[in-house]
């Protein structure tokens, strides 16, 4: 028999592989397979198997995925999405701080089953509930604003906000690590009295007594405080992802469990194993010593990670949760969730801007550094762009909501961000690779240790091999080798966010470091991409000057393109008419053309021309070219196959650029403008720009040619544009740098994008990603170093030449510390200047 059923809560292919495994363990499945696209599984049986003991399975496994005979509806999966956020599973993201399964997310909090490591919330809009009401007398009364209790008639107040998913883990942990000191405390004083000559504890009890006193006072840390250290140990050999729980399960489950059954059957061992009373050493102080101070690690761990996403949460403040709708021209205080398209706002002075859109009344000031990193203030007035999480300088305006939701700029930051920051880095594939053997081999030197002390040690020698075994489980870290690049690139991705430079993932960061050339377009990239109508001239009598701006207005209506729109802005100055107009299409690279009044019109540079079967005369060029000569850009008008006249296009050059090609040159990259325009316009632009390296009227498949060419040629080649003809280029290079204020399909192409759209952002990200990419070489280096030395160390190598051994104790204290310095090293970047 075969059946196919749904599956929800999958995510990534780890989540496929997990929940097939899942399927194929049930009893009477001959193959299970899923498909993770379709959200289906195949499941082949002998004979029927009931759909109930798929999902009692999958619930058994955690309850992560489920399985339905027919796809969810949106409704039940929003309503399993209320039902997880009321368990107290958050935002419903989750991720692993290692990536140990790539990007894989989880629905509700816990451990990761690679690594054992806390999973870390997501910080994202999700978290940010819009303000809710609620009755102190009677609580299950919550409303969306104040009001009065339908039950008791009393004023609603606002409701606590609930603690976030880290911030529970944290207190949880530091709970568990208090009640863990508490009792180990006293364990460490007793099993240390034993080295006084005269214990003074002996005069209460003999030592006998107090290995009792220690082992009950050891319950409640290996049993309550630290017992989910062996609950991941074990998970972990089940499933043989061995990870540093597994060393520490083993090293002090072996030091606790000697210890018992020393108490319990004392002539079992060898007498270099007995005190003088009789008693067998004990090492409970050991074991709760080393799972207290690795709870300490993990609590300092915790609120290292949730300084290191830091920067999202900074970004989050900027989303206001209210807004002021115009209604009927009547102020109303709104919900963020409750604005539609197209909603008439009103923004005072010193308010945040609730979402993206245009002013449609009045003019200020706005404060955009927090997304631009840009600290002079913009000024605004009609028709001008504005974002969610700006904010409002001292005029109030009224806007048109053109963005809400997940749609703003604000939120789509906010999610490039996140993704990013579980994105892996190449780099990262070493420490996997160290990764996959490292627990294995440590084990596999813990027993040679053993062995070692055991046959060739100093009497007690089996004393010596168990404590210096152990010590050898304890001092070793994955962890720290296992999160050297995630941190780093978390810290990095959100700094950049904060300068305006956002990162799509990891590998952008580590190309861009590379990267020794540098390819830009001219207009929106050099140039501010503000073009402005500076002339429009006839040639010859049969059309007029005003006649000629009338077809290029009438055919450029049509067209979204930056200087289609200067010439209608102009032309409704000029008040020209528009004519009727048809066919319109935009022949890419080269111009437009179409139907304007019965006649066939095309407008566009000589290319354009061409492809239009226009002729353009000597006379006309050399007319055309002394404007070329000084930058600007000469667009030709054809009416029936001849060209009658052109337009005068002027673009400035930003006030940065030349700064910032000059600092790209300094770093030692070859600056190269490739641009559509002719050849004079693109010779003054670079004479301005002090470029040598530039080539015109590129075509999009030319621009590909060049990047695909300094490609072969061994360079590492980024190219920086804004436009619909960069995006085959930009998807081509190693590193695509989108400018902000460009298309979305220039965007989606590259994996750098730059909100404030200018060259100088390239220069904060060629900084930051050389800072990221230092800092993660100095966190490999530390973990390597670490365990090269510390393994050794702990097997007791320096103890024939100076007599040094390494307690497991002190072993455990430089093990939780080194994870913990790893994050420390990596918010050192939330400081770099870029």
């Not at 080295?195 to 009792?212: A, E, R, T």
């Not at 399960?249 to 072996?254: D, E, F, P, T, W």
């Not at 004079?680 to 002090?690: G, I």
């Not at 470029?691 to 030319?702: G, I, R």
Request: charge should be negative; include cysteine.
């Amino acid at each position: 028999m075969k059946h196919i059923y749904h599956i929800h809560g999958m995510t990534c292919n780890g989540c496929r592989s997990h929940v097939e495994k899942t399927l194929s363990e049930v009893e009477g499945v001959s193959k299970a397979t899923v498909d993770l696209e379709k959200a289906e599984a195949t499941i082949e049986m002998a004979s029927h198997i009931s759909i109930e003991t798929f999902q009692e399975a999958l619930k058994n496994d955690g309850g992560s995925y489920s399985i339905h005979k027919e796809p969810l509806s949106k409704e039940d999966v929003e309503k399993k999405d209320e039902v997880s956020a009321s368990l107290g599973k958050g935002n419903g993201t989750f991720y692993c701080p290692m990536h140990c399964e790539g990007d894989k997310t989880y629905n509700m909090p816990g451990d990761c089953p690679v690594c054992g490591m806390d999973l870390v919330e997501e910080q994202n809009l999700n978290a940010l509930h819009s303000e809710q009401w609620t009755c102190p007398m009677h609580p299950e009364v919550i409303k969306d604003e104040a009001g009065d209790c339908p039950i008791c008639g009393m004023d609603l107040v606002p409701m606590e906000p609930d603690l976030s998913s880290e911030e529970k883990t944290y207190k949880k942990l530091l709970k568990k690590f208090w009640i863990a000191s508490v009792f180990t405390l006293p364990i460490f004083i007793i099993a240390m009295s034993e080295m006084l000559n005269s214990n003074p504890l002996y005069d209460i009890m003999d030592q006998k007594g107090w290995n009792w006193v220690q082992f009950g006072l050891s319950i409640p840390v290996v049993f309550y405080a630290t017992w989910m250290f062996f609950e991941r140990a074990y998970r972990s050999i089940k499933t043989w992802n061995l990870n540093m729980f597994t060393l520490i399960g083993i090293g002090a489950g072996v030091a606790w469990l000697f210890s018992v059954f020393g108490m319990f059957f004392p002539d079992v061992f060898p007498e270099q194993f007995l005190s003088e009373s009789g008693a067998v050493h004990v090492y409970f102080e050991a074991a709760t010593v080393i799972l207290t101070l690795v709870l300490l690690g993990q609590l300092l761990e915790a609120r290292a990670h949730s300084k290191t996403n830091s920067a999202v949460k900074e970004l989050l403040k900027l989303a206001p949760n209210k807004a002021t709708k115009v209604v009927d021209g009547e102020d109303v205080e709104v919900s963020i969730d409750k604005i539609e398209l197209s909603d008439i706002l009103k923004v005072k002075p010193g308010d945040k801007i609730p979402v993206d859109g245009s002013i449609t009344e009045g003019e200020t000031t706005v404060d955009e550094s927090m997304i631009s990193g840009e600290p002079i203030p913009v000024n605004k007035t009609v028709g001008d762009k504005v974002s969610s999480g700006t904010i409002n300088g001292n005029q109030v305006f009224l806007m048109k909501a053109e963005k809400v939701g997940s749609d703003t700029l604000l939120s789509q930051i906010i999610h490039m961000v996140n993704d990013a920051s579980r994105s892996r880095a190449p780099i990262q594939n070493l420490a996997d690779k160290v990764s996959g053997y490292f627990v294995p081999v440590v084990v596999l030197i813990s027993l040679i240790t053993f062995a070692v002390w055991a046959i060739w040690g100093p009497e007690p020698a089996y004393v010596y091999a168990l404590v210096n075994a152990i010590a050898v489980l304890i001092i070793a870290c994955p962890c720290a080798l296992g999160l050297a690049t995630p941190m780093s690139v978390m810290v990095g991705v959100g700094k950049g966010a904060q300068n305006g430079v956002l990162i799509k993932n990891a590998e952008a960061l580590e190309k861009l470091d590379k990267v020794d050339t540098l390819i830009i377009d001219k207009t929106g990239t050099i140039t501010e991409g503000k073009p402005t109508v500076e002339k429009v001239g006839a040639f010859g009598t049969d059309f007029s000057e005003s006649e000629v701006l009338q077809y290029i207005v009438s055919l450029n209506s049509n067209s979204e393109h930056p200087l289609a729109e200067a010439t209608v802005k102009y032309g409704k100055e000029q008040k020209a008419e528009v004519l009727k107009s048809e066919g319109f299409s935009a022949v890419t690279g080269k111009g437009v053309e179409g139907k304007v009044n019965s006649k066939n019109v095309a407008l566009g540079n000589p290319e354009m021309m061409n492809y239009a079967k226009a002729e353009i005369a000597s006379n006309m060029e050399e007319e055309a070219k002394t404007y070329q000569k000084q930058g600007k850009t000469v667009s030709y008008l054809a009416i029936d196959n001849q060209v009658v006249g052109y337009v005068v296009i002027g673009d400035k050059i930003k006030a940065t650029s030349a700064k910032a090609i000059k600092e790209l040159q300094d770093k030692g990259i070859a600056v190269i403008m490739l641009t559509g325009d002719n050849h004079d316009t693109a010779q003054a632009v670079a004479s301005e720009l002090n470029l040598t390296d530039f080539q015109a009227s590129m075509l999009p498949e030319d621009k590909l040619k060049v990047v695909e060419k300094l490609q072969k040629e061994g360079k590492v080649v980024a190219m920086a544009g804004d436009g619909i003809n960069d995006a085959p280029a930009l998807a081509k290079s190693d590193v695509g740098i989108a400018m902000g204020t460009g298309t979305d399909v220039a965007i989606e192409s590259a994996m750098i994008t730059l909100v404030k759209g200018d060259l100088h952002g390239i220069v904060k990200a060629k900084n930051l990603s050389h800072g990221v990419m230092k800092n993660i070489k100095q966190n490999l280096f530390f973990a390597l170093i670490y365990n090269t030395l510390g393994v050794p160390i702990a097997a007791g190598v320096l103890f024939p030449f100076f007599g040094i051994l390494l307690s497991p104790m002190i072993a455990a204290l430089a093990m939780s510390f080194s994870s913990v310095s790893v994050i420390g090293n990596a918010l050192r970047l939330r400081t770099i200047k870029i």
